[in-house]
């Protein structure tokens, strides 16, 4: 659970977003939701990769534009960073 979070983390600061769309060091990445690719229509995790990204820019506003949950699903995943840490650090100090 840390390496996961630990990657949602530094992926979100790493990539640049806008409203439209996610870059990778100046490379437009296609559309990560299969669904709306297919039909058209946004399900309701449409924006949340963007939200992340603004989140991880420290652009809450921005982000809760993209996503109303991205901001406090972004702030959950971060939390685990400190959580999951001093778990791992007192399971080793212990053992």
């Known amino acids: 659970m840390l390496i996961c979070a630990l990657v949602v ?5 790493v990539l640049d977003g806008t409203t439209e769309h996610v870059e990778l060091f100046g490379r437009v990445l296609p559309p990560s939701c299969t669904f709306q690719r297919i039909t058209g229509w946004n399900c309701p995790g449409c924006g949340l990769t963007r939200s992340f990204v603004f989140m991880g820019a420290a652009s809450p506003l921005q982000a809760f534009k993209m996503h109303i949950f991205g901001p406090l699903l972004w702030t959950a995943v971060a939390a685990q960073l400190p959580y999951r840490g001093m778990r791992l650090w007192r399971n080793r100090a212990r053992g």
């Open 9 to 13: 983390v530094v992926v979100s600061v």
